[in-house]
């Protein structure tokens, strides 16, 4: 069964930092963080693919980096000069034929 674990979420004020953090319990492919706020549709923020090459959300592009360790099933995203429209509860994301797969999510809360 997989499951993907999500952490790092919490309350910070407008210009700080987090780092989330996804880990798989098994061998899968995590692509990406998606996010959703309250009454709004779940959007994508940042993917990257098994190479390396990374896509952003243009309201996150040059603040949000993705990355991955394969070796540990993780990817993360470091996240900088976080506003408070980036309020949102994130979602990591995994494919495996023919299955998406969700974690449970963590609220990141940014204070004006």
């Known amino acids: 069964q997989v499951q993907l674990v999500e952490s790092g979420g919490g309350l910070v004020q407008a210009g700080g930092s987090l780092r989330l953090s996804c880990a798989a319990s098994t061998n899968i492919f995590v692509r990406g963080w998606y996010r959703q706020a309250p009454g709004k549709q779940r959007e994508l923020v940042a993917t990257i693919t098994s190479g390396g090459s990374t896509n952003y959300a243009d309201s996150v592009k040059g603040r949000f980096t993705i990355s991955r360790d394969d070796a540990k099933n993780s990817v993360y995203l470091q996240m900088n000069s976080l506003k408070p429209e980036d309020t949102a509860v994130y979602y990591c994301?995994?494919?495996?034929?023919?299955?998406?797969?969700w974690g449970q999510g963590t609220q990141v809360t940014v204070s004006s």
């Open positions: 994301n995994a494919y495996r034929w023919p299955m998406d797969y």
